[in-house]
């Protein structure tokens, strides 16, 4: 198996692409940890992947408080001796409203919890890589969002357009331990929440219309990617942000 015997924490590990990618890991050999804020739906995730065979379980971490993150990675290395792969995948999203009407606590809580929730997972699991001596993984999950803005969503926008060079930072920064750092940039993909728009005509034409691939993206496919990333066999991809979008973003339409 490609993870076998790794360690592999998944913020908002518990549902939608964080639960593919945490099942995908767990297939894959790997104990996952998964560290979200709600009990319910991480606990499923475990309970899943321990009926199929492997490990999981859950630490209630909010990833926005320092203090939460840092008893959450403690809580990791206690439970399984170290962390070899930190996913970054937590996340908030929403079409708010424009820039004139944006109230700034919304502005700050997606900042917050995208942007800010990834640099302090990501340098608290880094710090025990580097003392550990582990050329571990570490996985941003970004969006189209990263590189094209989209109406009413300037808070989200601008929090995930920060992620491939958060990602290229992390990368130069942890190059001498030999940790990769990388990023996954997702157009729409299925999920529970992506479900409730996908139930509206309009939008199911527009995906038609605007993705090449003519569909969404499945979970299972982002999770074979976060795989790739994670296993021995990348070992020269460093500080990429790799789109995963059926095309979207390549299909500049004038019709
Ligand atoms: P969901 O809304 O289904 O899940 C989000 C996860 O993040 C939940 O597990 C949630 O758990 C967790 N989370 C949110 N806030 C916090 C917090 N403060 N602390 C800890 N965990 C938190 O999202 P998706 O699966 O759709 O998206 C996952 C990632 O992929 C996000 O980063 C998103 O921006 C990105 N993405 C998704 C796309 C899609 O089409 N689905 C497209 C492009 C990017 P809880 O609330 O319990 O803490």
């Known amino acids: 198996m490609k993870l076998d015997d790794k360690v592999a924490i998944i913020t908002g590990g ?16 790997a104990a996952v940890l998964i560290a979200q804020r709600d009990p319910e739906s991480a606990a499923r995730t475990v309970h899943e992947i321990e009926e199929a065979g492997g490990k999981a379980s859950f630490v209630p971490t909010d990833i926005t408080k320092p203090e939460q993150v840092a008893a959450m990675v ?25 820039i004139l009407d944006m109230p700034l606590e919304l502005w700050q809580h997606f900042l917050d919890v995208n942007l800010t929730g990834t640099f302090l997972c990501a340098q608290a699991v880094g710090r025990l890589m580097v003392k550990q001596q582990i050329k571990g993984r570490i996985i941003n999950i970004g969006s189209i969002n990263s590189f094209r803005a989209q109406k009413n969503a300037a808070h989200y926008v601008a929090a995930k357009g920060a992620i491939p060079l958060l990602t290229m930072a992390m990368a130069v920064d942890l190059s001498p331990y030999g940790i990769l750092v990388n990023a996954i940039a997702p157009g729409t993909i299925s999920t529970e929440k992506t479900a409730l728009r996908l139930a509206n005509e309009t939008y199911r034409n527009m995906i038609a219309k605007n993705v090449p691939l003519a569909r969404t993206g499945r979970v299972e496919e982002v999770a074979a990617l976060a795989v790739f990333l994670a296993s021995d066999e990348c070992g020269y991809i460093q500080g990429a942000t790799i789109v995963i979008d059926g095309g979207f973003l390549a299909y500049l339409r004038f019709d």
Do not use: T
């Open 14 to 29: 518990g549902r939608g692409i964080g639960r593919g990618i945490s099942r995908r890991f767990a297939a894959e050999g």
């Open 74 to 98: 403690e809580a990791c290395q206690q439970r399984y001796g170290r962390v070899d792969i930190l996913v970054n995948n937590a996340g908030v999203s929403g079409v708010n409203g424009s």
